[in-house]
């Protein structure tokens, strides 16, 4: 697998690991909000669901993660929402 030369558009590395059971995992997630995988952000990279229903969400990643990831399924608890603001912060730069 070349994910070691693959050049991500997010420093995933500045997000916080949480496991699903933690109390920051309760989330009420809703369509267009963009997130990551809790457990290991720097695998599937950030992404925007795109459907919820009951606890699942469905969420395109566009393959910005370490194994290019397009779309998934989850359980909420194993995302988390980024807050927009949040994204400048770990965008990298184009220069």
């Not at 290991?40 to 669901?49: L, R, S, T």
């Not at 795109?50 to 290019?68: A, H, K, P």
Request: with cysteine.
């Amino acid at each position: 697998m070349a994910t070691k030369n693959r050049r991500l558009s997010y420093r995933l590395e500045l997000l916080p690991v949480i496991m699903p059971f933690h109390r920051r995992a309760v989330n009420n997630i809703q369509p267009g909000d963009l997130v990551y995988y809790g457990p290991c952000p720097e695998y599937y990279g950030i992404g925007e669901v795109i459907q919820t229903e009951d606890n699942l969400s469905v969420v395109d990643f566009r393959g910005t993660g370490l194994l290019g990831i397009q779309k998934e399924i989850f359980s909420n608890k194993y995302i988390i929402p980024i807050h927009k603001l949040n994204l400048g912060h770990i965008l990298k730069n184009s220069t």
